[in-house]
């Protein structure tokens, strides 16, 4: 062998395994973004993100099992030139997929986990199947090049590991907040054409300028339907944000929303600040004018665990002049789009942009008058803010006759998580009450606010003092009296959190999307 067939084979090398490197990090950047995609339309759970993992793993297991086939086979460059180029294509399909199927499935009764698979293996299966074949493809080619079978097997494997965590990383960090889901996508395909065309050197101009063509034509499609179009005004690593016109719930004036991927989180009015809208939120505020004594007089110290569209806070703010607020939001991107968008004024707010038993954590000798929990994303649950460990902390936070609150989507009439949620307070404290604006005649959804203290008994119905002509229904007795007795629920604990199965009604059913 002369010495320009060594430079020859050594330059194919490094391609190979740059091209191995860059598609299996392609296949996590699509991975981590059908995360984002799907979120608008089925929010974010264990069960999206097992179909997303599950769905990703099955094609590129089908696509090494192909691509080692092809490999003996005879497939030589060219064949990894049209896998990489028709993966790229059937990534920009995927959002042009999006435009279609995302109607239909709204508007279906499917449940959330099939929902979730349906999204998923409709978009990103075929591109998942076609970088599968890469690896197995070109590490054939380049065994045919050095005989060092193990060297050349250990270190195309260890690239496409690389590249699997390099995508991760990247997407989850850096691009999706700063390029949106859409161009994370575009940046893919493009990244793949790029790789796929050194490998079109023997192609015939004919094929080339077909595949081409096809880019073409799915992109002009795609744009045609709105497939580039982000449904978000922002996105963060965290949601999809976006701001809505609500002012038809309000009596008068402007009132917004903020939509935190598929589901509204808060309602605030332009000029009335103290005005709450969402029933639950306006119980929030009712328990407080029960539990304490002239409240507007006092110097209650607030915590809230979640903020949200800032509704709460920025109705305390207005309601109780004295109170002190301490708001723990994980996203900045939240607090940002609330002062910019949701009229929220967080001036004399301590805002801290962390975890909320971070926080608690770190506010050692901080005691609160009222902690409110408002982190429960629909029936997304952050499981270490239910459990007993953290019930505790909350308790070693609350001055003596303090007041802690919280609201949880659960299914109607049997909620198996509040049962275990009110189980797991009983623990630490002698009063626990659940309450709904509402008792259904039929199975359904329901936001139920759950609250803690020693403080006194509360009666069993409620009328609104202020705002909104309303009363809310304390249900303990019935709820305990239907369905799946409280002795067979867990206390939730930070080592055991079943939280999918207590409401997998909601994630089987219509009734949870």
Known sequence: MNQSTDDKSRLSLIWYGVAIFMSSAVLLVLEITAGRLIAPYVGVSLYSWTSIIGV?????????????????????????????????????????????????????????????FIYVFTMFFVPSVLLGV???????????????????????????????????????????????????????????????????????????????????????????????????????????????????????????????????????????????????VHLMDELVLEHFDNPEDQNLRYFFAGGGAYTQPRAVKALYPNAKITVAELDKAVTDTAQQNLYLDSDGMEIYHQDARVVLNRLQDARYDVIVTDVFHDIAVPYHLVTLEFVQLVKSRLAPMGLYTMNIVDAFPDPKLVKSMV???????????????????????????????????????????????????????????????????????????????????????????
């Open 134 to 280: 890469v690896t197995p493809l070109l590490t054939t080619l380049a065994l045919k090049l050095d005989v060092r079978t193990g060297h050349i097997v250990g270190r195309m494997h260890a690239l496409a590991a690389l590249g699997s965590i390099i995508g991760t990383f990247a997407t989850g960090y850096w691009l999706v907040q700063y390029f949106g889901t859409r161009n994370v996508v575009l940046g893919a395909a493009f990244c793949l054409f790029v790789l796929a065309a050194p490998f079109f050197r023997r192609v015939p101009t004919a094929a080339t300028a077909t595949i081409l063509l096809a880019v073409g034509v799915v992109t002009a499609s795609t744009y045609a339907r709105n497939g580039f179009a982000s449904p978000c005004d922002r996105e963060s690593n965290y949601f999809c944000l976006r701001v809505v016109d609500v002012s038809e719930d309000a009596p008068f004036g402007t009132a917004r929303a903020l939509i935190l991927d598929h589901l509204m989180h808060g309602i605030n009015h332009d000029s009335e600040p103290g005005m709450l809208i969402s029933p639950y």
């Open 56 to 116: 990703i793993l099955a094609g590129l297991s089908l696509g090494n099992w192909l691509g080692g086939r092809w490999a003996d086979k005879g497939g030589g460059e060219t064949a990894a030139g049209i896998v990489l180029a028709l993966a790229g294509l059937t990534s920009i399909f995927s959002l042009l997929v999006l435009t279609f199927i995302a109607p239909v499935l709204q508007s279906s009764m499917l449940d959330l986990i099939s929902a979730s």
């Open 423 to 513: 189980k797991t307070l009983q623990a630490e404290f002698k009063y626990v009450n659940v309450w709904l604006d509402t008792l259904p005649n039929k199975d359904t959804r329901m936001t139920y606010v759950v609250v803690a203290s020693d403080k006194k008994a509360m009666p069993d119905l409620l009328q609104a003092r202020r705002g909104f002509e309303r009363q809310w229904y304390r249900i303990n007795t019935p709820m305990f009296a239907t369905g799946t007795p409280l002795e067979q629920l867990p206390i939730l604990t930070d080592d055991y959190v079943p939280v999918e199965r207590m409401i997998s009604g909601l994630l089987l059913t219509a009734e949870g999307r």
